[in-house]
C-alpha cells in the first residue's frame, strides 16, 4: 500500500510541477482603486488556495473544539461509571420470571 500511495503522490507531483511550468504569465490583481498585485499565475493559484485552506480550518476550529470537550466529558463519565462498578462487587441479579 505504501508502494502505491509513493507512487500516486509521485504522479500527483509531477502534475502539478508541469502545470506550474505552463503557468508562468504574469498576471495583475485590482484589490484597490490604486493597488495593483503583479505575480506569475501559479503563485496567485497556489496563494488563494492556502488561504482558503487556512480559512477552513478557522472555520472547523469551534466544532473541532466542542467535539474534544464532548469527548472528555464522555470519558470522564465512562471512569466514574467503571469506578462505581468496581466498588460495588456483587453480582447483578438476573430477572425473576414471576410465575402465575
Known amino acids: 500500500?505504501?508502494?502505491?500511495?509513493?507512487?500516486?503522490?509521485?504522479?500527483?507531483?509531477?502534475?502539478?510541477?508541469g502545470f506550474a511550468l505552463e503557468?508562468?504569465?504574469?498576471?495583475?490583481?485590482?484589490?484597490?482603486h490604486t493597488y495593483e498585485l503583479r505575480s506569475p499565475l501559479v503563485l496567485m493559484l497556489l496563494g488563494f488556495f492556502v488561504?482558503?485552506?487556512?480559512?477552513?480550518?478557522?472555520?472547523?476550529?469551534?466544532?473541532?473544539?466542542?467535539?474534544?470537550?464532548e469527548a472528555s466529558r464522555q470519558k470522564a463519565t465512562i471512569r466514574t461509571l467503571l469506578s462505581a462498578a468496581t466498588q460495588g462487587s456483587a453480582q447483578p441479579q438476573p430477572d425473576s420470571i414471576a410465575r402465575q
Open 1 to 17: 500500500m505504501k508502494f502505491v500511495s509513493t507512487i500516486v503522490g509521485f504522479t500527483l507531483f509531477v502534475l502539478f510541477f
Open 23 to 32: 503557468n508562468v504569465q504574469e498576471v495583475d490583481l485590482h484589490l484597490f
Open 51 to 69: 488561504a482558503g485552506a487556512g480559512l477552513a480550518v478557522l472555520a472547523l476550529t469551534p466544532a473541532m473544539i466542542r467535539h474534544r470537550r
